[in-house]
């Protein structure tokens, strides 16, 4: 329903009238008069006013009242008022000859009226419609006005929110980032003042041993003889023993001959379930009471010859001492493995040895003289993906100390190519999540560490899925930031990517002491990339962990992978990337498609670029909850082979 404003104009006396109805529905704007059809115009805010001048003739006072018809059209925008326009009626240019003398006579009639103005005695009943027209546009224009001004504040607002969450996105992401490059360059100065006072102490000659000791060498089809016949030499008396969790007949067999040869014992279980830790549980809970210590080895692991004798010494005279840890140092015959392969031993040294100072010491899984007396105290060795960390927490919780020794120092082998890194990273990813999930589920044996401990110890594996996340989330953020409009400081960005590459800069530093600035600027280089190629695969593994996955437990492959057979490993990076790329394309970011592309780019170059050596020996235990029987753990977040 509208009100419409009817314009009639009436010809003999010159005058024109105005009528105001309401209740008028737009369907019924438009009424005929007098038998004749009306004409319309198009709804408008103007009034047009026409007039047309008295006739004399009754003839035309017929025509006069046939032209006094008034158009009317409900206003489209407002039920409150209408206007309406009237027009004289519309003639044609060439009228049938019958009627030209009519249709002339009235075409002059209309064009004297649409010159012809208004009386000034009506001009008083024009005012209010005309005041009222312009009331109407008036209040039309501040509403349309004030509603684009609301529109442009929302989207004012709206930019503005999205560039502060972005903003501080960015923020979070540096300070993680800066938190752990600062963190890391702490440890590494702790660590070089800890081993000038171990350099200046004087050597004192360590009583002979009395432990029984027994060697602990875990293998699943990955047996290396070479490495298990060198452990073997020790200066003092040890006894062998082969957890073989091996499934290929072969492997097996092997591994008979060489024990018969070199009187070794080898276990088996029925069943492969807890993963290393289970394999470790059941020889502890077979050989108990027969071994006052045992040295846990890995299939590389080699020990040097005054191993057993210098741990034993030190377990033997510190009666609250569980762990005498030796630190690695990685070697390989690749040359993925030698670049990369400096890695272990300056992380253990820069990480590992100053957290027992000022954090929580680390048995790292292998390579370590362990206390029988103090696992069967803890109910063996949790049967987790991580297990090294889980006994660390349970020994530390009990009162056990861990020593870290970094004059004694055990060989083993960096994984030998791309394929073999991400087995081992994707490992350790799934295993610091199966520890982050235990401790919000509130472990006890987390909740009795001291508090700097526990901080410590959920710091060092928060880290790892947080360093990728926050370099994710650096570049996401600052490529958005930019699309906005953005310009982020180019010595805020560069002094971020400086900070990022502090957990390498040991390396870095003893890389250009030994072989100059031009092989460490190569290993800062390559070990960036390559790390950085595996972010996403961090990230996978570590939210199918804590979306409630099973965490499991995968061998390191020691052999070459064939060129293109983990391909399908890169499923997902695949995905990401060309969501990326679309997304690159519906921004006009190229750079946001290139930082998710150098990373699948770097992968998938890696993995072409495997030389096959033999087969690869994957290996994945099954199986995740077993009840726990006894002793010893493997390995820690260490960038290193595991097994």
């Known amino acids: 329903m509208s009100s419409l404003t009817v314009v009639a104009v009436n010809h003999q006396s010159g005058s024109v009238s105005f009528t105001t109805a309401a209740g008028i529905n737009s369907d019924q704007a438009i009424m005929p008069a007098k038998g004749h059809a009306a004409r319309t115009t198009s709804a408008t805010t103007d009034v047009t006013r026409s007039t047309t001048r008295p006739r004399p003739s009754a003839k035309a006072s017929h025509a006069a009242d046939t032209s006094m018809v008034p158009t009317m059209c409900a206003h489209p925008f407002s039920g409150d008022m209408a206007t309406a326009s009237i027009s004289a009626p519309t003639m044609s240019n060439a009228p049938p000859a019958a009627h030209n003398g009519r249709r002339t006579r009235e075409n ?202 210098a741990a034993s010494a030190q377990l033997q005279d510190d009666g609250t001492l569980a762990v005498v840890q030796a630190v690695p140092d990685a070697a390989g015959t690749t040359l993925f493995a030698r670049v990369l392969g400096p890695l272990v031993n300056a992380h253990a040294l820069a990480n590992h040895l100053p957290r027992t100072r000022a954090g929580l010491p680390m048995f790292i899984g292998r390579g370590a003289l362990i206390r029988a007396a103090a696992i069967h105290a803890v ?22 100390g861990i020593a870290i020794r970094p004059d004694l120092r055990f060989g083993e082998t960096y994984p030998i190519d791309y394929a073999a890194l991400r087995t081992q990273v994707g490992k350790a990813a799934e295993g610091a999540a199966e520890f982050l999930r235990s401790a919000a589920l509130r472990s006890s044996a987390l909740r009795a560490l001291r508090h700097r401990e526990r901080l410590d110890a959920l710091t060092e594996t928060a880290l790892l899925p947080a360093g990728a996340l926050a370099g994710l989330g650096i570049m996401l953020s600052g490529v958005l930031l930019a699309v906005a409009g953005i310009a982020l400081p180019a010595g805020l960005m560069a002094a971020t990517a400086v900070i990022a590459l502090m957990p390498l800069l040991p390396t870095g530093v003893a890389t250009w ?123 820690a977040s260490l960038p290193t082979t595991v097994r």
């Open 513 to 635: 002491r030994r072989h100059g600035a031009l092989p460490a600027a190569v290993f800062l280089a390559a070990a960036s990339l390559v790390y950085g190629s595996v972010a996403l695969l961090t990230l996978r593994r570590t939210a199918r962990v804590l979306c409630g996955r099973r965490a499991v437990f995968t061998v390191t492959p020691k052999t070459a992978t064939r060129p293109g057979a983990s391909f399908g490993a890169l499923r997902s990076e695949f995905a990401c990337a060309l969501v990326a790329a679309v997304a690159a394309i519906a921004l006009h970011s190229p750079a946001l498609a290139a930082g998710f592309a150098a990373p699948v780019a770097v992968a998938a170059v890696l993995l072409s670029a495997s030389r096959p050596r033999a087969a690869a020996s994957r290996h994945r235990t099954t199986g995740h909850r077993v009840a726990h029987r006894a002793p010893v753990a493997r390995r």
């Open 108 to 309: 002059h009639d209309v064009e004297a009226s649409m010159s012809s103005t208004i009386s000034p005695r009506d001009t008083p009943a024009l005012l209010p419609q005309c005041f009222s027209v312009c009331i109407y546009s008036a209040t039309t224009y501040r509403e349309n006005t004030r509603r684009i001004e609301r529109r442009t504040t929302m989207y004012e607002l709206l930019h503005t929110g999205t560039v502060a969450t972005l903003a501080i996105g960015y923020a979070l992401c540096a300070a993680l980032i800066w938190f752990a490059g600062a963190r890391a360059l702490v440890l590494w100065a702790l660590s070089q003042r800890m081993l000038r006072r171990a350099a200046a102490l004087p050597a004192t000659a360590a009583a002979s041993p009395t432990l029984r000791v027994a060697l602990l060498y875990c293998v699943a089809d990955d047996f290396c003889p070479d490495a298990l016949r060198a452990s073997m030499r020790q200066s003092i008396a040890v006894d062998t023993y082969i957890l073989d969790d091996s499934r290929d007949a072969a492997n097996q067999t092997h591994i008979d001959a060489f024990a018969a040869e070199h009187l070794a014992t080898v276990i088996r279980r029925p069943h492969r379930t807890g993963f290393k830790a289970g394999n470790l549980n059941h020889a502890l809970s077979a050989l108990r009471g027969r071994f006052d210590a045992c040295v846990v080895l890995d299939s590389d692991t080699v020990l040097p010859r005054g191993f057993v004798a």
């Open 379 to 400: 109910g063996g060795v949790p049967e987790t993906v991580a297990e090294d960390l889980a006994l660390t927490t349970r020994l530390r919780a009990a009162g056990w």
